[in-house]
Nanobody, 119 residues
């Protein structure tokens, strides 16, 4: 199992940028697909972006395409989410997750980091 800790959230004005980091521990990180999710107040947790185990493939929810970039550094056991052109509707708690290929589910989650986009 992978242990995950997110960081990098905060308050930013509309149009601004933030870079989230997710530090992982556990021997399976480098072989795990990773994802970012967000959960806005009163809403369900939603998928935002994903990256394959070697970084070769990336996937994005339509509303963040062209604004967000997911990346990873397996040498540092870290996955990133670069968020540009932020909008108030991006306000949410952001979580990273590791995919469990055996069970085909997002099996490990971090505690989340708050992102607030407001003027």
């Amino acid at each position: 199992q992978v242990q995950l800790v997110e960081s990098g959230g905060g308050l930013v004005q509309p149009g601004g940028s933030l870079r989230l980091s997710c530090a992982a521990s556990g021997r399976t990180f480098s072989s795990s697909d990773m994802g970012w999710f967000h959960q806005a107040p009163g809403k369900e947790r939603e998928w935002v972006a994903a990256i394959s185990w070697n970084g070769g493939k990336t996937y994005y929810e339509d509303s963040v395409k062209g604004r967000f970039t997911i990346s990873r550094d397996n040498a540092k056991n870290t996955v990133y989410l670069q968020m540009n052109s932020l909008k108030p509707e991006d306000t949410a708690v952001y979580y990273c997750a590791a995919h469990d290929a055996d069970k085909d589910l997002w099996g490990s989650w971090g505690q989340g980091t708050q992102v607030t986009v407001s003027s």
